[in-house]
Each structure stands twice: as C-alpha cells, then as structure tokens.
C-alpha cells in the first residue's frame, strides 16, 4: 500500500513536472521575427509602453542585432541563437533624449560598432580615430538608420577612440571631441 502510494506522488510529480515545463516554454519569447521581437523588448521593464519601431535587423552567425526607436529615442537588442533554432535576448540598451547614438557591443572577435539614428539626427558623416587611424563613417540625416563601421585590427582587441569630428550634410563641422 506504501510503495503504491509512492508511486503515485511520483508519477503525479512527474507530470506536474512536464506540464510546468511545457507551459513555460510554450510561454518564452524569442527574436525570431519583427514580431515576435517587439514582442520581447515591450516585455522588458521601462519599455511595455514605449513606441517601438525597427529599423534594422541583422544577423551575424549566431547573434542577431536588432537596431530599434523606443519613443524615438536610438536603442538596440541582442539576441543569440540556442540550439533549437530560436532567438534569445541577450541585451538590450537605449541611449537617452540623443538623435544620434553608437553602441560598441562587448563580445570576443565581434569588431563592429553600431550607430542607431532617429528623425531629429543632423549628423551626415563623423570621423574617428580608434588605434590611431581615422574611420569615416556616413549616415542619412534626418532619417532613422542602423549603420556599422567595421573596426580595425588589435593585437590586444582592445580599442583607443579619438578625436570624433561630426558634420552635417553640407560638410561643415557640428562638434568636435577629443
């Protein structure tokens, strides 16, 4: 009578076990379309009421960067591929009341810097110098963009930024920083 007692619970325990581990799968949200990736940022603390437009969605091997307006304001996610095939968010960040905005994802052997624009950007071109030589990058003005500049080689993959220069569309410099 004991053992079959046991068994029950067991085999009860099991199943409750499936059930709440079907259910939680069932309920995960993934990057795996525009979607299902608004989806995923709206369901982030401080961003379930923002306005949410994509600009960009690009995947390099197993992550995925997606370039995105959150109440206009210049923001990306990050998503990595799992072994089931689906997108799963990673990072997530937002540059605050700016058009114009550069994230420099931190990951190993990922040289890429990735400049998010909104509709109030006036910026058509920058140059920077990172490791001493100097990278142009260009950007439509008054557009929301995703734009990446590759990075140059390090022997350390560790990167020295200077000198940023800023132009408009007509050339002339709107700020400078050393």
Known sequence: MVNKKKTIVLIATVIILIASYTWHQ??????????????????????????????QIKDFGELRYVGFLA???PSYIQFRRNGK????????????NESFAMFSPSLPNFRKIMF????????????????????????PPKEPSVEWLDL??????????????YYDEDGALIAEYE
């Not at 993934?30 to 600009?55: C, M, P, R």
């Not at 909104?118 to 100097?134: L, P, S, Y």
């Open 71 to 73: 109440d206009r304001m």
């Open 116 to 139: 998010v624009t909104n509709a109030q950007n006036e910026i058509a071109k920058m140059t920077v110098d990172i490791n001493g030589e100097t990278e142009v990058q260009t950007f």
């Open 26 to 55: 069932s309920t995960k949200r993934y990057g795996n379309d525009k979607e299902s990736i608004i989806k995923v940022i709206k369901s982030v603390e401080g961003y379930e009421d923002k306005d949410i437009q994509l600009i």
């Open 85 to 96: 095939g689906n997108y799963e968010w990673k990072h997530l960040e937002s540059n605050q």
């Open 152 to 165: 140059p080689e390090s022997d350390d993959d560790g990167y020295s930024y200077r000198n940023y220069r």
